[in-house]
T-cell receptor, first 114, second 117 residues
Framework: AQSVTQPDIHITVSEGASLELRCNYSYGATPYLFWYVQSPGQGLQLLLKYFSGDTLVQGIKGFEAEFKRSQSSFNLRKPSVHWSDAAEYFCAVGGSGNTGKLIFGQGTTLQVKP | GAGVSQTPSNKVTEKGKYVELRCDPISGHTALYWYRQSLGQGPEFLIYFQGTGAADDSGLPNDRFFAVRPEGSVSTLKIQRTERGDSAVYLC???????????????FGPGTRLLVL
């Protein structure tokens, strides 16, 4: 069965420091992978997505993610974190078939220290 | 343009009551999804509509949950005989089209927070 694991429930980084959020997926075929961000009181916003091609994907707000098939991972990175990046981050994989349903991980809460 | 909207933003009800949650997708989007997000968890898929028809309802937890989209636009999620375990945020998302819809970006609404007392 398809699944997504985000090993870190909560991460704290200092403003200006680099960030990496981990995501591991389980999927039989070529996965469609997504990262969403959810700020308090806001809807989920897509940061970036991967379907095929270049395994390093650039997204909005300075985020990038790298697809590593051998490790079944799709980790999210940002070189320098801003206080406004504090939010909850969700990794998701597109389910099998053509329904488009997303299977989400548990989420990682990012706290940014001044 | 306008994004996905959901009403009400909050709903408090008593155990055993019936509730309806509404979703207005982005205009022109043919695909519509409902998800449920419990506290501290990621969203869980409930149902997917392509146009007016429910193309995948495999995520509905039981027969107390039902959703409709009669004109292919607005959708209503209906919960009968609510239970305390139904308390969660119910999210709606829409995307441009179905077909190979795994590629399509899903745009999410702000959600309806349901509390069953």
């Amino acid at each position: 069965a398809q699944s997504v694991t985000q090993p870190d429930i909560h991460i704290t980084v200092s403003e200006g420091a680099s960030l990496e959020l981990r995501c591991n997926y389980s999927y039989g075929a070529t996965p469609y992978l997504f990262w969403y961000v959810q700020s308090p009181g806001q809807g989920l916003q897509l940061l970036l997505k991967y379907f095929s091609g270049d395994t390093l994907v650039q997204g909005i707000k300075g985020f990038e993610a790298e697809f590593k098939r051998s490790q079944s991972s799709f980790n999210l990175r940002k070189p320098s974190v801003h206080w406004s990046d504090a939010a909850e981050y969700f990794c998701a994989v597109g389910g099998s078939g053509n329904t488009g349903k997303l299977i989400f991980g548990q989420g990682t809460t990012l706290q940014v220290k001044p | 343009g306008a994004g996905v909207s959901q009403t009400p933003s909050n709903k408090v009800t008593e155990k055993g009551k019936y509730v309806e949650l509404r979703c207005d997708p982005i205009s022109g989007h043919t695909a519509l999804y409902w998800y449920r997000q419990s506290l501290g968890q990621g969203p869980e898929f409930l149902i997917y509509f392509q146009g007016t028809g429910a193309a995948d309802d495999s995520g509905l937890p039981n027969d107390r949950f039902f959703a409709v989209r009669p004109e292919g636009s607005v959708s209503t999620l209906k919960i009968q005989r609510t239970e305390r375990g139904d308390s969660a945020v119910y999210l709606c998302a829409s995307s441009r089209q179905g077909g190979n819809s795994r590629r399509e970006t899903q745009y999410f609404g702000p959600g309806t927070r349901l509390l069953v007392l």
